[in-house]
Structures are given as C-alpha cells and as structure tokens.
C-alpha cells in the first residue's frame, strides 16, 4: 500500500445524486490533489490544498465540491452530476505543494448514469 | 495557461529495442521534470525525475534528459521488456508553485 488510500473504488450514481469520495494519506504530507483521468485526455489537475488550504481550483464547475477537514484527509463532494462527468478520480499528495514527487492513491471509477 | 505536450502517444517496439519519449513544457519557470508509469488498471507511479540544475539522470535502464533552452525533456528506456508496457506521463512543475502539469500520456507496447 503506497499510503494513499482511496474509497469507493467503483461509484455508480444518477445525475440527481449526492455522493462523495474519500481520500486519505499516511505519509505525513501537506499538500494533496484532485485529478481527473479521463481516456485519451492528460491527467486534469482539479484542486489543491496545501496546509489545509486551497491553493488551485482548475476552473472546475461547481456540481464538484471539495472539502480538506486537516492535511491528511480530502473529500470531493459530487451532486448533480453529467454524463460526461465519468471517468477516474484520483487523489494524490506531496511533501508540500509545488516541485515535489506526487503519491497518488488507486483512484475512484465513477459512473455517471 | 501552462500545458506539457507529448509524443508520441502510442510506441510498439520490439523487446530489447529502445523506446523514447518525448515531452515539451511551456512554463520557463519549470525546474522539477517527473515521469511516471500508470499500468493496466493501477496508479501512477514515479520512475524517475530530473531537476532543471541537472541535464541528465539515469537510474539503469531508465534515463532522462532535459534540455532548458528548448524547453522539452526525454525518457528513454533501454533494453526494454514487456514489463515496461504501460502508459509513461511526463509532468512539469516548479517551486513556489501549486501545479503539477502532466502531459497526455505515451501508451508503450512492448512485443516480446
């Protein structure tokens, strides 16, 4: 386990549903991430938090909300999602944020029906 | 905005040939140039990185090369095997700076 962890691994939700993936890291890090992996596209940076604060938001439609209650926890809360809101979400986390090696958690598949 | 461009996007070779991988940021503040690995249905992970100070780095089979004045940087794996078939994703960030820009991947397929 690469201190990353990641629930649910697979999520299947309507577009009127609420839901939200969880990450959480045991490395002692301060900064962690939301990315977005979708077939053919560059892995899509979607918000950061460093020390607890928000530091990015990659211009990301509100239906996605994120949360960071301390350093080693991250939330995405997801409500009225689209279609085209399917892909992989994986959560990552550094040292700090900026020139750092990211550990990245196995992702979240998410289905949007 | 900053982006990492990418090629090729997919590479076949033969085991035991070369491959190389090329990557172009636009970001002149860049200084920390990762590379990771993401096999089939798992997370991406760091093979290697190079820091803008340096103009080369090799780790056995593995090696990168970072040209500043260009602007673009390179994995190339030699000998390679059929384990090395995944997908390589080239990244740039810098100090003082939030953002890891990752480039759009290069599907490797190496036929044994």
């Known amino acids: 386990e690469t201190g990353v962890t990641q629930t649910p691994r697979h999520l299947v939700m309507g577009m009127t549903n609420k839901k939200s993936l969880k990450c959480e890291q045991h490395l002692g890090h301060n900064a962690m991430y939301w990315y977005k992996q979708s077939a053919k596209k560059p892995l899509e940076l979607m918000f950061v938090y460093n020390f607890k604060e928000q530091t990015e938001n990659n211009s990301v439609p509100s239906r996605f909300s994120p949360e960071c209650p301390n350093s080693s926890h991250l939330f995405l809360h997801l409500h009225t999602l689209q279609p085209e809101d399917s892909a992989l979400y994986l959560c990552?986390?550094?040292?700090?944020?900026?020139?750092?090696?990211?550990?990245f958690g196995a992702g979240s598949r998410l289905t949007v029906l | 905005g900053e982006n990492v461009e990418q090629h090729p996007s997919t590479l076949s070779v033969q085991e035991g040939d070369s491959a190389v991988i090329k990557c172009t940021y636009s970001?002149?503040?860049?200084?920390?140039f990762p590379w990771y690995k993401q096999e089939l249905g798992k997370r991406p992970q760091l093979i290697i990185d190079i820091r803008s100070n340096v103009g080369e780095k090799k780790d056995q089979r593995i090696a990168v090369t970072l040209n500043k004045t260009a602007k673009h940087f390179s994995l190339h794996i030699t000998e390679t095997q059929p384990e090395d078939s995944a997908v390589y994703f080239c990244a740039a960030s810098r100090d003082g700076g939030f953002k890891t820009i990752f480039g759009a991947g290069t599907r490797l397929f190496v036929k044994a």
């Open positions: 970001d002149s503040a860049s200084n920390y």
């Open positions: 990552a986390s550094s040292q700090e944020a900026g020139a750092n090696v990211l550990t």
